[in-house]
């Protein structure tokens, strides 16, 4: 009977059920059959929201009674409750078929709808069978035929499908499948049976398992498609021995089972996959962060990618032309690295090169590139601009899966971002270097009465631009202002205090002003710049040769101000600090400089120096002033260029740290 999904239903259907059992003479079991089908129907009413059938089959030893609905099942909604929410309010109707039922159960029929289905046995009625078969009528599409389906038995079900937890954590998944074959097999009389898994791989079909023997002919298999999502695919292939609803239904729940671990294991595996990849991916990120040099971030990546994500690994950078590069390459196979090299660099456009620049003007990828070889390119950009393209080839027996292609692109965009980097950091470095440079000057005077040489040793050769400096300026033939200090602090804003030190005292001195009023008008204009943390030592120094007839030698007038004391060496071997101490420029508003007057024989040397050679560092020890004057005193007699090296190798080889701080050295040196 098709009942409306109407509240007044259930009482038709039990109308028909009492009518059915009054007909067969079965009035003992009226009762219970009435309310258990009363209680489907109810379900089937509240749940389900559809039209639904209500079958009853009287047996000799048995009454069944089906109800089907087009809806999600009562049992299904159960469930899917919480378990406080089951014994509350819903779930009487289920409690009540399992006790007063013999058996029941619910199934999908393969119209995709619902069956709810109980037995109740006559009285005296013997058991039925171990591993039998239930024969149940169901109902057809227009409810008014009968189509004959048979229900596996509990027993029969669980010996087909039960795996103890315990084992099923411990066989493979092959073992297991073959296992659920072998038994389909027994139960259902088939001949041959095998299981197809395709795994999204780009790989045809796999056997995961098989039981029997197919005959050379290949006959015709029943397929049923296991039910596993995307991108997995698998199939169940079984040869019956006679066709029959057993053997399909008991196909299907075999398929079911085997789809169910599939799919397990898949996600068992893509979980591990997704670690290793987050990991590789890490480690990748730290290998790259390594590095700010571009080239040898570009160096890095095939390595990173082959052989792991690919059999050959290309990077191509826009050059200044706008134009592609080839910047790395590596192969997993390096007798086919100069084939691979030869294709990506010929000559002329190109077809992998079009394809690759029009990639980029579109900021698309990625990109299938058919030569060379089987292969895609990934665009590489940053902050919309675009830095080059990265080039994954595969073998030829199988593509990459959309895992490894997001991989991949992941992978592109971190590289990015480090070619980015150390293109930034390179610009960066660029600036500063060429600041520090016009800090100090180009080349020293060449002079017949004096003889000067300098070195400068930076505490860092990145974008970092040191206080220190020296100079050496010719005021007229034979008179040279030479100078060296040290501003506080590093950076551009240290550069920039550098450069007002250095063209003030020049500005001033050519002006005509003594050495002490000089450095008094540049502690006052350090002072409008209102930072007292950019303080300046200075060691100022007019150096002059005497007229034509004259003593030999070199007259110095020194002005300290702040600034560590110079080194005098004299040619017979003898050593002194010479000058007064001052007050560092720009810190005080009154400073008063002392002008000492020295004079330097032929073959002396004035050697004066920044705090980065006393302050030179090895551990808790200072290189300090001591050690300096010993390494100039055994080097006495030497020329100005000579003192400079032996002083440069000595704190060179006081420490293997790194500088902390920068060197300037400046000689003048008194010729014979």
Known sequence: MRLAPDPRSPVQARRMLRAALEEAGIEELVDVVLLLGSELSDNAVLHAGTEFEVGIVVGETEVTVIVTDQGPGP????????????????????????R????????HDSMGRHQTWFVVRRPGAPEPKPGGHLAVSGIGVTGTGVTGIQWPQP?????????????????ELPVLAAELLRRLCELGGAEYAEVLVEYGDGLPARQLASVGLLAEDEPTLMQIRLPVQEPLRGVLRLLPGEPSA?????????????????ESEWLRGADQRRRSWMSYLADTSELLAQSLDVELTVAVVPQLVVPRLGLWCAVHLVDENVGLRLAALTHAQEDAMPRLRALLEAPGPGRHRAQLAAMLRRMEGPTGIGVPADSFAVP????????????VGRGPERAHSPEEIALICDLARRVSLAIDNAQVTAAHIETSQALQQALLPRELPAAEGAEFAAEYLPASTASDVGGDFYDVLTLDPGRWLVSIGDVCGKGARAAARTGLVRDVLRVLVQDG????RAIQLLNSVMLDGNNPEQFCTVAAALVSSPPDGGRPGLGVELVLAGHDRPVVVRANGTVELVGEYGTAVGLVADVQPICSRHWLDPGDVLVAYTDGVTERRRGGELFGQQRLVDVLAAAAGRSAIELVGVVRTAIEGFSADPRRDDVALLAVRAPY
Not at 100 to 107: F, I, M, N, P, S
Not at 380 to 391: D, K
């Open 75 to 98: 049992l299904e909604l159960h469930l899917a409750l919480p378990r406080t929410g089951r014994a509350a309010t819903h779930g009487r109707g289920l409690l009540l078929v399992e």
């Open 100 to 107: 007063l039922a013999a058996e029941w159960g619910t199934r």
């Open 155 to 171: 027993a029969t079900a669980r010996w087909l499908l039960h795996i103890p937890a315990g084992l099923a954590g411990v066989i």
């Open 246 to 262: 057993t053997v399909a239904e008991l196909a299907e729940l075999t398929a079911q089972r085997v789809a169910l671990s599939v």
């Open 380 to 391: 590489l950009t940053a902050r919309g601009r675009p830095l080059g393209t990265l080039i």
């Open 513 to 516: 002003r003594p050495l002490p």
